[in-house]
């Protein structure tokens, strides 16, 4: 069993930044691969980007350049750093991993970027 917690969502202006965080439960982070998704209202959940246990990344074109995700293993944590936000950004983010077959989902954060 995973719990995935998300925090540091917020109201920010277009083109400013924001971090989210996620933290994970278990002794397995360190070898998991971890996501991050996004909804926005009335649409469905879309891919942003993934981090592997190396530490390789993998972005979505839409936040390629913009956004970077980082893990820091001595914290089970995984990081969103999104810059030069724009108003298309505005969704609820999820994290995710995947054991054993079994997706993982934490409850979300939302982020709402202003024009």
């Known amino acids: 069993q995973v719990q995935l917690v998300e925090s540091g969502g917020g109201l920010v202006q277009a083109g400013g930044s924001l971090r989210l965080s996620c933290l994970s439960s278990?002794?397995?982070?360190?070898?998991?691969?971890m996501g991050w998704y996004r909804q926005a209202p009335g649409k469905q959940r879309d891919w942003v980007g993934l981090?592997?246990?190396?530490?390789?990344?993998n972005y979505a074109d839409s936040v390629k350049g913009r956004f970077t995700i980082s893990r820091d293993n001595a914290k089970n944590t995984v990081y969103l750093q999104m810059n030069s936000l724009e108003p298309e950004d505005t969704a609820v983010y999820y994290c995710?991993?995947?054991?054993?077959?079994?997706?993982?989902w934490g409850q979300g954060t939302q982020v709402t970027v202003s024009s």
């Open positions: 995710n991993t995947k054991h054993f077959g079994t997706d993982y």
């Open positions: 278990g002794s397995i982070f360190r070898f998991s691969t």
């Open positions: 981090i592997d246990s190396s530490g390789n990344t």
